[in-house]
């Protein structure tokens, strides 16, 4: 039986990926309050969803990250400037972003623009929406440049230029 201490356990079940994405999360949250960013949350989850096997692979999950925020976001305020928290256009709202991301085969971005377009068409009270749009997709892109960042420099996976293991 393996001892819990042992670096075979911590490498099969911690990680440097887990590591780095924990490490990500809180370099996020930090930097969200050391800049006064609106929404730590958003930070933090910019760096969970980018932190991946490859730094190449950050950057993709980053690109649909806020590709689908910026999508959802323009689709929930033009709704929400017809009528906000109308379910009939919240229906039609989620079939429009499902249909064009699946034309466009951006399906990773499926998930998240359509979170963002209902958080703005059921949860927003603010008179100003476009200004909540365009905040979170920022605070989305400070978390995943963080992400990259941590995940391209520290414990490098292969595909990073500090990486022991690359091919030249």
Avoid at 14 to 24: D, W
């Amino acid at each position: 039986m393996k001892e819990v201490g042992s670096l075979n356990f911590f490498k099969k079940y911690i990680g440097m990926r887990n590591i780095k994405t924990a490490l990500s999360v809180v370099i996020s949250v930090i930097v969200a309050d050391i800049f006064n960013l609106e929404s730590a949350f958003f930070v933090a989850t910019g760096a969970l969803i980018s932190m991946e096997t490859t730094v190449k692979k950050g950057i993709k999950a980053g690109v649909y990250r806020v590709l689908g925020t910026v999508i959802g976001g323009l689709m929930g305020v033009v709704m929400y400037l017809i009528d906000p928290g109308n379910l009939f256009l919240i229906f039609i709202g989620i079939v429009i972003l499902i249909s064009l991301l699946n034309i466009l085969k951006w399906h990773d971005c499926i998930s998240m623009a359509c979170v963002v377009f209902c958080v703005i068409m059921i949860s927003m009270t603010s008179d100003d929406i476009i200004h909540y749009a365009f905040q979170r997709t920022f605070d989305t892109i400070v978390g995943i440049v963080i992400a990259i960042a941590i995940n391209y420099v520290i414990s490098p996976p292969d595909d990073s230029i500090f990486s022991k293991n690359q091919d030249e």
